[in-house]
């Protein structure tokens, strides 16, 4: 069984940054592939970004290209999420998510190629 993490949710202005974090336990951690969720009130669970398991490839939703880093660190078992230029629209619920194993250069955009999930952060965003 695999377990998700998340940390560095908060409050913060727009404009503003935060860095959200991921640790997952499994001595396998290099093979998953990881993404980043999100969800607001209201809404349905929207894709924020992916990442290979080697770290090679990354994806993102036009939303939040330019703005959103996303990152790992296999010798930590952690992967990360820089957020910069914040903006109310990104107010929501984060979560992280595994998929074991993930394929070479591959980057899962929905959420039910997934199986693990973490128990999500809050990010809100004031204006």
């Known amino acids: 069984q695999v377990q998700l993490v998340e940390s560095g949710g908060g409050l913060v202005q727009a404009g503003g940054s935060l860095r959200l974090s991921c640790a997952a336990s499994?001595?396998?951690?290099?093979?998953?592939?990881l993404g980043w969720f999100r969800q607001a009130p209201g809404k349905e669970r929207e894709f924020v970004a992916g990442?290979?398991?080697?770290?090679?490839?990354?994806s993102y939703p036009d939303s939040v290209k330019g703005r959103f880093t996303i990152s790992r660190d296999n010798a930590m078992n952690t992967m990360f999420l820089q957020m910069n230029k914040l903006s109310p629209e990104d107010t929501a619920v984060y979560y992280c998510a595994a998929k074991i194993p993930g394929y070479s250069g591959t980057v899962y955009v929905e959420p039910d190629r997934y199986q693990y999930w973490g128990q999500g952060t809050q990010v809100t965003v004031s204006s």
């Open positions: 990442i290979s398991w080697s770290g090679g490839r990354t």
């Open positions: 499994g001595r396998t951690f290099s093979t998953y592939a």
